[in-house]
């Protein structure tokens, strides 16, 4: 049996683990994120002891990591973390400095596409070759599996910084993305609902006004992709979709946005199997990185 590891790598958190999939997780670990350094060497001794202790390699360890990230392979950045916000971080080389220090290879993606790929190994995406899952949390990412393989094109998406309709009477909120303002997630990530609010969401009833704001601004991207990629099915993850509630309102105004032009029972009959929670909770991202290192080293696309 190949056994893999994975790394979360988080703006506040980094999830580490070793094993072959959800129901065999030999060891793992969780810590803060601090500066990089510190912290890519607690990741490195972690996979080191494992290795010294139960006398076995790793065939792979895979990243899902914050980003934005280069994935490139031809570009001299490749694996690094490159222009973000987060201090200290700027053009962190993560996948070379792990490969390095635990003579491991090592693969990267973003945390939004690891976590998706998981979902199609383990979790609510098993049956599906083409789909997408958004993590709508402190921040909001979007992750797009094609024909079983996480997507990049250019760089990879960034669906969190799609532009959508804000109507500035009804929410006169300017949002609060550094680089756009009113971005999607500017208006709709966790972030933003306590900027609005002044509470954090967890907080507030689920009949206040502010989740049938937040809904409709999901509800807008969701049509929107829906039209740009045409995912046979979305997951939506991260803090703010732990509001069950969310979901009966978003569906229903995606179908009213779309209209009856996409015109398929998935949508009109059957959106409640076409947006939906994904199954793989607390361990959803690092499960992720697991499943890259999985497609990635085992020599083959299957399962
Ligand atoms: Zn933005």
Redesign the pocket.
Known sequence: MRLYGGIEAGGTKFLCAIGTGPDDIQAEIRFPTTEPDETLNHAVDFFRQFMIKTRQRLDGIGIGSFGPLELNPGSANFGKITSTPKSGWAYTDLRHKIEQETATPVTIDTDANAAALGEGFWGAAVDLRDYLYLTIGTGIGGGLVVQGKPYHGLIHPEM??IRIPHDREEDPFDGI?P??GD????LASGTAMQARTGQSGELLPAYHPAWEIEASYIALALASLVCSVSPQRILLGGGVMQQDHLFPMIRLKVQQLLNGYVQVPAITENIQHYIVPPKLGQRAGVLGAIALAKQTFSGSLNR
Not at 183 to 186: I, K, S, V
């Open positions: 969190g910084h993305c680089y756009h971005c999607f997630e500017g």
